[in-house]
């Protein structure tokens, strides 16, 4: 007995439509900044010695924004279609920045970012950094705020400095 099979296609995905941007996300920042390794066990600011000490996964060999603590500045990234990227801020535990960090979290969410989990890092006061994720459907130019002790910290699969 012979049966027949319908097979409707309703779209073809292709393997540019479950990998990364090929191309590197565009940082620009005016003070002393530096692209490193996301591992733990690094530090994540130019000028303290907390460390990086639990990765979520996923996010392992990537690349991340490190600046000077307290710098209070912002940060501009060129984002390349279909890119995705993690940003990683304070966490919202109570400090003299808690107020603006939450209100900042807020608006980010707001336009469409989303809540991906933590970096546990070796500052107490901190004990760790919450991670936002956003994919890009088409290039853009985003300005981060230098909100908290740590800024906006960018992660991405790939980065690159560009002029100040």
Do not use: C
Not at 26 to 34: D, K, V
Not at 83 to 93: C, G, M, N, Q
């Amino acid at each position: 007995m012979k049966s027949l099979i319908h097979l409707i296609v309703l779209g073809v995905l292709s393997l540019a439509d479950i990998t990364q941007a090929d191309e590197s996300v565009e940082i620009r920042y005016t003070g002393q900044i530096e692209i490193r390794d996301l591992e733990a066990g690094k530090p994540y600011l130019t000028n303290r010695k907390y460390l990086l000490k639990k990765i979520p996964q996923g996010l392992e060999a990537m690349k991340f924004t490190a600046i000077p603590g307290g710098s209070y500045k912002d940060l501009q990234a060129k984002v390349p279609e279909g890119a995705t990227v993690y940003i990683a801020l304070d966490s919202e535990k109570k400090t003299p920045d808690s107020d603006a960090i939450r209100k900042y979290s807020a608006d980010l969410e707001k336009n469409g970012w989303k809540y991906f989990g933590k970096i546990e890092v070796t500052d107490k006061r901190m004990e760790n950094l919450r991670i936002l994720v956003k994919t890009f459907d088409v290039a853009g130019t985003i300005q981060f705020k230098g909100v908290g002790f740590v800024g906006t910290i960018m992660i991405a699969p790939d980065m690159e400095l560009k002029g100040r």
